[in-house]
């Protein structure tokens, strides 16, 4: 079982920046892909970036070059810095943890957190 509290989301300007982290609990965190994911309202979940357990990364066209995903597996955190933010950047986001290899499915993660709230504003 693993547990996931998603924190740093907020209201901020575009163009500004945010940093979300994840902590997790877990002995084996550092085996899961970690994702992170984001919810607009009235819009489908859509995959944001994921990273695996050796550092490999990917992001969502929309967010790449301006979002970073990141993980420390010693602190069993993983966190996404968020540049140049954008109106629709503006989402639930919510972490997960996968055990498959490398997926940007969401139907392919174990375990959410309850997500945090981010606002862009123009």
């Known amino acids: 079982q693993v547990q996931l509290v998603e924190s740093g989301g907020g209201l901020v300007q575009a163009g500004g920046s945010l940093r979300l982290s994840c902590a997790t609990s877990?002995?084996?965190?550092?085996?899961?892909?970690m994702g992170w994911f984001r919810q607009a309202p009235g819009k489908e979940r859509e995959f944001v970036a994921v990273?695996?357990?050796?550092?490999?990364?990917y992001s969502a066209d929309s967010v790449k070059g301006r979002f970073t995903i990141s993980r420390d597996n010693a602190k069993r955190t993983v966190s996404l810095q968020m540049n140049s933010l954008k109106p629709e950047d503006t989402a639930v986001y919510y972490c997960?943890?996968?055990?498959?290899?490398?997926?940007?499915?969401?139907?392919?993660?174990?375990?959410w957190g309850q997500g945090t709230q981010v606002t862009v504003s123009s």
């Open positions: 877990g002995r084996t965190f550092s085996s899961y892909t």
């Open positions: 997960a943890a996968s055990r498959n290899y490398y997926t940007t499915n969401p139907k392919e993660y174990l375990y």
């Open positions: 990273i695996n357990w050796n550092d490999n990364t």
